[in-house]
């Protein structure tokens, strides 16, 4: 049963939104791929909350949810005209979820670094489709009420979201042979075995390295498992000797932080399919990284 939001104080408001706030931010994230946007977005939804007559929502949870994924689609549309001008490849920014387990109560594929890049190629609606569908298992009816669309038409742009991602992912690996792979990437990548690097890339194998234009990257994917396994060792080689190369969890799966004393160098993560690695995402820009830091 829908209970009314209350209409007394603010610390009622504050009550009711922060029990909801993490799947707003959860939301906001998956169609943003931006930590700092999706909280902005969080925070504009809060203060409209505020300035909203409460007495009158019947339904609070769907008045947040509702206002959170328009204000996410707006900025959404805003933010890929940026991204256009962004320096060399741009990667989803990561979170790590082993400090924040809220964001793996819902669906976790919807979370991973390669699958939130995916979604940048398909438009902000049909993005803000497949993540309530995906994630947060809304029926269309609701996504539609959300949107301010049909339910026909709702239901139209979650199948051309999931046919893009289909063409583009090929079948994942499970979550324990992902963290095989990922063990012997990093095996091989410390001790320089190249031909072992190879063995683990599909032979399309891409990699993608997002500098952010402060860190020299890549600045187009490298494709190829012999160019892609060239390209690893070169980036290993030239940060030195005193890197540390540990497993850390991130957007809830395995994922490779790159340290020395006192800096954070970058986080590598992997996609794959029982053909190989897929793709590897190497995100060394800084600020990306700040919730890694060791």
Do not use: C
Not at 123 to 137: K, N
Not at 181 to 197: E, K
């Amino acid at each position: 049963m829908v209970e009314r939001a209350k209409d007394g104080t603010l610390g009622d408001a504050l009550e009711v939104f922060g029990a909801v706030r993490p799947r707003l931010f959860g939301i906001a994230y998956r169609m943003l791929g931006s930590v700092a946007e999706a909280e902005d977005v969080v925070q504009e939804a809060w203060l409209r909350w505020q300035q909203t007559d409460r007495s009158q929502v019947q339904d609070p949870i769907g008045f947040l949810v509702t206002t959170t994924s328009r204000l996410a689609l707006n900025t959404a549309t805003s933010a890929r005209a940026r991204r256009e001008l962004y320096p060399g490849p741009w990667l989803p920014e990561p979170v790590d979820t082993s400090a924040d387990p809220t964001l793996r109560a819902e669906r976790t594929e919807s979370l991973e670094l390669a699958v939130l890049l995916l979604l940048e190629r398909l438009t902000p609606a049909e993005r803000a489709v497949y993540v309530l569908r995906e994630a947060f298992d809304y029926p269309f009816r609701r996504i539609g009420e959300v949107l301010d669309v049909s339910e026909a038409y709702a239901r139209q742009l979650g199948r051309r979201a999931r046919t893009h991602l289909a063409r583009q992912r090929r079948d994942p690996i499970a979550r324990a042979d992902h963290g095989r792979l990922l063990h012997a990437f990093l095996a091989a990548a410390r001790t320089g075995d190249l031909t072992r690097l190879e063995e683990l890339l599909a032979e399309t194998a891409t990699s993608y390295a997002d500098g952010g234009g402060v860190v020299r990257a890549a600045q187009a994917p490298v494709v190829g498992r012999d160019n892609v396994a060239r390209y690893i060792l070169g980036l290993v080689g030239k940060f030195g000797q005193d890197l540390a190369l540990e497993i850390v969890e991130s957007n809830g799966q395995a994922a490779i932080l790159v340290s020395r004393p006192g800096t954070t160098v970058a986080l590598v993560t992997i996609d794959a399919s029982p053909a190989g690695i897929e793709r590897v995402l190497i995100i060394l820009n800084p600020q990306k990284l700040s919730r890694f830091q060791r």
